[in-house]
């Protein structure tokens, strides 16, 4: 195995840069497709509701898949493995950070709204100082178990030959002929990274029923 660490080391870093590539990124997408969602007229909120339940219906490993080799041959272009997995995690995971903030956005009640109306704030100001902090105290819990999940998920992207940490451990094993210890190492070394996001995932939701 010791010969071999290199590759799962690479990896390691290939699946911790498209989990902080693809969070950031989800995110931002999330993010504007919850506001829109949260205050435009329908008939504009009606095409970002239809890509959110797109995604959110269709499971991950057939959008990548679609992605890798159906895609391209709609648009007539070529895309790269590294392309594809990456836009399939974005928008994957965009569609639940949009619901995450506009679950959020929804459930800080609407008196607030009034109140700041009531002081002679306008809208967006309303919602940057009062509507916003709030609704991130109630967020901050869903968002740490969704990008649990993202990290997670970057584990399909060896499916189209990406060489992530579980793609890395199967050219290994392909050479060395032992699986047990080679997908053992792989499960222990997704463990490190994802048990202290679970930790703190937990102490957040501890915190917030306290309070």
């Known amino acids: 195995m010791a010969p071999y660490m290199h590759l799962l080391w690479k990896g390691l870093g290939v699946t911790f840069l498209y989990t902080i590539g693809t969070v950031i990124s989800g995110v931002a997408i999330g993010l504007i497709v919850g506001l829109v969602r949260t205050n435009a007229s329908t008939p504009v909120a009606l095409p970002f509701r239809a890509y959110v339940e ?8 057939v959008q990548l898949v679609w992605m890798y080799y159906a895609l391209p041959v709609l648009l007539g272009v070529s895309m790269s493995a590294a392309t594809a997995a990456f836009l399939s995690l974005t928008l994957y995971g965009g ?3 949009s ?6 956005i929804k459930a800080i009640d609407k008196g607030q709204w009034e109140a700041g109306h009531a002081i002679g704030m306008r809208r967006g100001k309303i919602f940057r100082r009062i509507i916003l902090p709030q609704a991130v105290k109630v967020m901050i819990p869903a968002f740490i178990n969704q990008t649990v999940m993202q990290l997670k998920n970057t584990s399909l992207v060896s499916t189209v030959a990406v060489g992530d940490l579980l793609y890395q451990g199967s050219i290994i094993t392909s050479t060395i002929y032992r699986p047990l210890e080679v997908y ?4 222990a070394l997704y463990f490190m990274m994802l048990f202290p996001l679970t930790l703190v995932s937990g102490y957040v939701e501890r915190r917030m029923e306290i309070r």
């Not at 797109?54 to 490993?61: A, G, I, K, M, Q």
């Not at 619901?99 to 959020?104: C, D, P």
Request: glycine residues 10%.
């Open 95 to 97: 569609s639940f950070y």
């Open 184 to 187: 053992t190492l792989v499960a």
């Open 99 to 104: 619901e995450i903030f506009r679950g959020g």
């Open 54 to 61: 797109v995604f959110r219906c269709t499971p991950l490993l």
